[in-house]
């Protein structure tokens, strides 16, 4: 992927004290600037499969469920457990377990891989320059191996395969 020549932006030095106007037009032409490809980042979309179609921001799940969700957004590419996070968010593992349970039909782990798989679904299609070696370490997975096998179990297809039948619908 390229990135911009910044040297071409034409932005006025900002010195201290900052005066916010003058920073947050700089801020607004520097954005503005970006290749289309950039902007084009935030309307990445899936295939639609019944594995993508379980919500990840439903507002009515309950608050503890929304902070799980979030804390796996920010750290899917790290070794988490339910009880790791749920540590780290000061709740009961087996409370946060119920939750997931009621409020989603499914079991961490199936949240988890829905994670870390939409992310990885997103690096085979629209970073080619990745390899699946590379993919499954930055989603969370020690070995690539283990990304074969949840892409096998929960999309019935390896990381391979979906990529060769989805990257030419995007």
Request: hydrophobic share 35%; glycine share 2%; proline share 6%.
């Amino acid at each position: 992927m390229n990135c911009p020549d910044l040297a071409k932006v034409q932005l006025a030095p900002i010195c201290k004290p900052v005066d916010k106007d003058a920073l947050l037009a700089a801020v607004r032409r520097a954005y503005s600037s970006l290749p289309e490809v950039y902007h084009k980042k935030q309307q990445r979309t899936l295939p639609e499969l019944p594995f993508f179609s379980i919500s990840l921001s439903d507002p009515a799940y309950p608050g503890s469920l929304k902070k799980l969700l979030a804390y796996l957004a920010n750290n899917y590419m790290k070794e988490v457990s339910l009880q790791s996070i749920s540590q780290e968010l000061m709740l009961n593992p087996n409370y946060l377990s119920s939750v997931i349970s009621k409020s989603t039909g499914k079991n961490f782990t199936f949240l988890l891989d829905n994670v870390r798989i939409r992310k990885a679904a997103e690096f085979l299609l629209y970073e080619p320059d990745l390899s699946i070696s590379e993919i499954s370490y930055l989603v969370g997975y020690n070995h690539e191996r283990r990304l074969y096998q949840v892409f096998q179990k929960r999309l019935n297809c390896t990381p391979g395969d979906f990529k060769k039948s989805y990257a030419s619908e995007n």
